[in-house]
T-cell receptor
């Protein structure tokens, strides 16, 4: 069964460092997302991406964050200068084709900022 | 008022019980309703989705949507210890294209043998 894969599963970084989280969405999907879940809290929307552009972003997704689809399979989330409060699980998700709304999530990347 | 409200539990039931999980919402534009199961430190796993109102059944799981009351439910029949997880409701005004989901807080369920 096709699945969304994410790497790394866990990353520990120092405050102020840049991190890149990687995702391979399901191959025929068209819409890609990043969500975040701080420990013990809700899953929160960060950004959606379609046709090499951001469709929508939340207020959490400030200038420290960026997304990219560098090739036909990978989808990345970059945090330029990490803060302690960026510590969370980051989930990639995808859906498609056009009128299928079911989002499939990856297993997540746990980011710990020290 | 929160957009999506979900009782965090925990909910503890004996094996074989019928479990009822619920969410309420305030945004009348929501019409796409989903239930995810999440094991500890894992990604949300899609269980069921319904579009607009009505019921949907899949094996031991039944999803119900009552748009007039802004209330959705997930029923689990013959619950098993392996059903122990956090159940997340999620919803959106999706009508095609990208689908920005708003999640509830999740209900922790424990099914004991």
């Amino acid at each position: 069964e096709p699945e969304v894969t994410q790497t790394p599963s866990h990353q520990v970084t120092q405050m102020g460092q840049e991190v890149i989280l990687r995702c391979v969405p399901i191959s025929n999907h068209l819409y890609f997302y990043w969500y975040r879940q701080i420990l013990g809290q809700k899953v929160e929307f960060l950004v959606s991406f379609y046709n090499n552009e951001i469709s929508e972003k939340s207020e959490i997704f400030d200038d420290q964050f960026s997304v990219e689809r560098p090739d036909g399979s990978n989808f990345t989330l970059k945090i330029r200068s990490t803060k302690l409060e960026d510590s969370a699980m980051y989930f990639c998700a995808s859906n498609g084709p056009l009128n299928t709304g079911e989002l499939f999530f990856g297993e997540g990347s746990r980011l710990t900022v020290l | 008022q929160k957009e999506v409200e979900q009782d965090p539990g925990p909910l503890s039931v004996p094996e074989g019980a019928i479990v009822s999980l619920n969410c309420t919402y305030s945004n009348s534009a929501f019409q796409y309703f989903m239930w995810y199961r999440q094991y500890s430190r894992k990604g949300p796993e899609l269980l069921m989705y319904t579009y607009s109102s009505g019921n949907k059944e899949d094996g031991r799981f039944t999803a119900q949507v009552d748009k007039s009351s802004k209330y959705i439910s997930l029923f689990i029949r013959d619950s098993q210890p392996s059903d122990s997880a956090t159940y997340l409701c999620a919803m959106s005004p999706f009508s095609g294209g990208y689908n920005k989901l708003i999640f509830g807080a999740g209900t922790r369920l424990a099914v004991h043998p």
